[in-house]
C-alpha cells in the first residue's frame, strides 16, 4: 500500500471519527433544554370599603389598578438535562413581578423570591433543594375551585391568615414520589439556618394524595417555627403555625368540577382558624369557562370572630396565551376578622360587608 493511501485512509478514519463525536455533542445538546416563561397579569379592582390599616376603620371605597387579578405576575427559567438511566438533572428559578410599577412583587421579594430550586427526578420520584412551595400550599391548591386566584378564593384566606410562610420556604428539601395505583406522598424539611439554634426557622411539611379518574383526595400538614434566617428576607416567610388539611375534587365527563375542603391554620396565643371551603367550575365552550367558591372561617379560640368569602369569576380565552377575565366577590366580617377580597390592595377588609369587582387581562409566555 503506498504511503498516499495509507494517509488518505487515516485522514478519513479522522473525519468519521470527528463526525461521530460532533454527532455524539449534538445529541447531547438536544437532551437539554432550559425554558424562559411566565405570566403578565393587570387589572382594574374596585371595592365598596377600604381598611384603613392605621385606624382599622372604613377607609371609604377605592377604585385601582392592581397587579395581578388573578394570577400573580412573575417569569422564570426552567430547566432539564437527561442523564441517562431514567434520571434527570432540573432546575427552576421563578421571579414575582408587579405589572403596575415593575418592581418585585408576588414573592418574598428577592430577585427569585418565588422558586429557587435545584433537583434530580427518576422513576423512584423527585428531589429538589431550595426555595419552593410547601406540599401543604401545594395540597389546598389541588382542591380550591378558583385556582387559587388572587381576587376571591382560598389564596386569600391562605395569607389573610399565614401571609407568605408555607408558599415560599426558603432552605428546604422535598421528597415527591412517583404515583403509585393512585397514592403519592410528598415532605419537606426547611432548614432554620441559624448557628447552635436547629428549631429556630425550622419548617416541615408532608401530604398525601390519591388519584382515580375524576376523583382526587388529598391531606397535608405544616409545622413552622418562628426565626431563622428567612426573616432576613424582604418579605419574612416564618409565622410559626401549624396547618392541617383535608380536601377533595371531582371532575366529571361533561367539563363540571366540583371541590370541598378543611383547613386549619393554628397561631399560638393568637387564633386558630377553621375554613371550610366549596365551590364548582365548568367550561361552556374551550373558549368560556366559569367558577365559583364560598369560604366560611371561624376562630376556635373566640367565637364571635368568623367571616364568609364569596366570589365567582368567568375567563375567555382568546388564545391559549392570552385570556379576558371578570371577578366579583363579597366578603362579610364579624368581630376581629378581617377576610379580605384581593391579594393585592384588598388584603384586609372592614367589619360588616364589602363587595368587590375585578377585570383583567393575563398573558401567558
Known amino acids: 500500500m503506498s504511503k498516499r493511501n495509507t494517509l488518505r485512509k487515516k485522514l478519513l478514519a479522522t473525519g468519521v471519527a470527528a463526525t461521530g463525536l460532533l454527532g455524539v455533542a449534538g445529541a447531547a445538546q438536544a437532551q437539554s433544554s432550559v425554558t424562559l416563561y411566565g405570566i403578565v397579569d393587570g387589572s382594574l379592582l374596585y371595592t365598596s370599603h377600604t381598611l384603613n390599616t392605621t385606624t382599622g376603620q372604613n377607609a371609604g371605597h377605592q ?22 438511566g431514567g434520571m434527570r438533572a432540573i ?13 418585585f412583587d408576588n414573592s418574598n421579594g428577592n430577585m427569585f423570591g418565588r422558586q429557587a430550586w435545584v433537583g434530580m427526578s427518576s422513576a423512584y ?47 428546604s428539601l422535598t421528597y415527591t414520589s412517583p404515583e403509585i395505583y393512585g397514592l403519592q406522598a410528598a415532605g419537606m424539611l426547611a432548614l432554620g439556618g441559624t448557628a447552635g439554634d436547629f428549631q429556630a426557622g425550622r419548617q416541615y411539611s408532608a401530604s398525601l394524595r390519591y388519584h382515580l379518574g375524576g376523583l382526587t383526595l388529598t391531606g397535608a400538614l405544616y409545622n413552622g417555627n418562628a426565626g431563622g434566617s428567612a426573616t432576613s428576607t424582604p418579605v419574612p416567610s416564618t409565622v410559626e403555625f401549624v396547618g392541617r388539611t383535608l380536601g377533595a375534587s371531582y371532575r366529571f365527563e361533561n367539563s363540571l368540577s ?10 399560638a396565643g393568637s387564633f386558630s382558624n377553621s375554613v371550610y ?4 367550575s365548568y367550561f361552556f365552550t374551550p373558549y368560556l369557562s366559569v367558577n365559583a367558591g364560598v369560604w366560611y372561617t371561624h376562630d376556635g379560640n373566640e367565637g364571635s370572630n368568623h367571616s364568609l368569602l364569596a366570589a365567582t369569576g368567568v375567563q375567555y380565552f382568546l388564545s391559549k396565551r ?29 367589619t360588616g360587608s364589602t363587595v368587590g369587582t375585578s377585570i383583567g387581562i393575563r398573558h401567558m409566555f
Do not use: C, W
Open 258 to 267: 366540583v371541590y370541598a375542603s378543611y383547613a386549619l391554620y393554628k397561631v
Open 91 to 103: 432546575f427552576t428559578l421563578e421571579s414575582g413581578i408587579s405589572v403596575a410599577n415593575g418592581g
Open 125 to 171: 420520584g423527585t428531589v429538589k433543594a431550595g426555595l419552593q412551595f410547601s406540599p401543604f400550599f401545594l395540597s389546598l391548591y389541588d382542591t380550591d375551585p378558583r385556582g387559587m386566584s388572587y381576587f376571591g378564593s382560598g389564596l386569600v384566606s391562605y395569607v389573610n391568615n399565614v401571609y407568605v410562610t408555607g408558599l415560599f420556604n426558603s432552605n
Open 63 to 84: 377604585f385601582s389598578f392592581t397587579d395581578s387579578g388573578m394570577t400573580g405576575s412573575s417569569f422564570g427559567l426552567r430547566g432539564t438535562e437527561d442523564l441517562g
Open 277 to 280: 371551603s366549596g365551590g364548582a
Open 322 to 350: 392570552t385570556t379576558l377575565y371578570g371577578q366579583v366577590g363579597y366578603v362579610n366580617n364579624h368581630g376581629n376578622m378581617h377576610t379580605g377580597l384581593s391579594i393585592n390592595n384588598a388584603l384586609n377588609e372592614v
